[in-house]
Nanobody, 120 residues
Framework: QVQLVESGGGLVQAGGSLRLSCAAS????????MGWYRQAPGKQRELVAFMTSTGGTNYGDSVKGRFTISKNNAKLTVYLQMNSLKPEDTAVYYC??????????????WGQGTQVTVSS
């Protein structure tokens, strides 16, 4: 079993900052990626950022330059530092873990989500 627990969401004014955390527990494999997705009302879930097992990162175009993903491998925790927040960043943010064994199909796990609301 794998459990992902997000924290750090809340209300913030435009231009402000928030830091999200996602702690993973359970049967975590060494070959994995962790990241963040978000879903706003009326929109599909979209990629925010993820980090590969080798430390590579990828960001959605709308957050590049404003958000930073980081990870503490020992604690199996991923963070999302969100700066210069905009009202369009308002969404439920979901932590994601994808992991696999050698030669096996990967498995996705999702957190329950944390609400981020940015006021103008």
């Amino acid at each position: 079993q794998v459990q992902l627990v997000e924290s750090g969401g809340g209300l913030v004014q435009a231009g402000g900052s928030l830091r999200l955390s996602c702690a993973a527990s359970g049967s975590i494999l060494s070959t994995n990626t962790m990241g963040w997705y978000r879903q706003a009302p009326g929109k599909q879930r979209e990629l925010v950022a993820f980090m590969t097992s080798t430390g590579g990162t990828n960001y959605g175009d709308s957050v590049k330059g404003r958000f930073t993903i980081s990870k503490n491998n020992a604690k199996l925790t991923v963070y999302l530092q969100m700066n210069s927040l905009k009202p369009e960043d308002t969404a439920v943010y979901y932590c994601n873990l994808n992991q696999w064994d050698s030669g096996a199909l990967s498995t996705d796990y999702w957190g329950q989500g944390t609400q981020v609301t940015v006021s103008s």
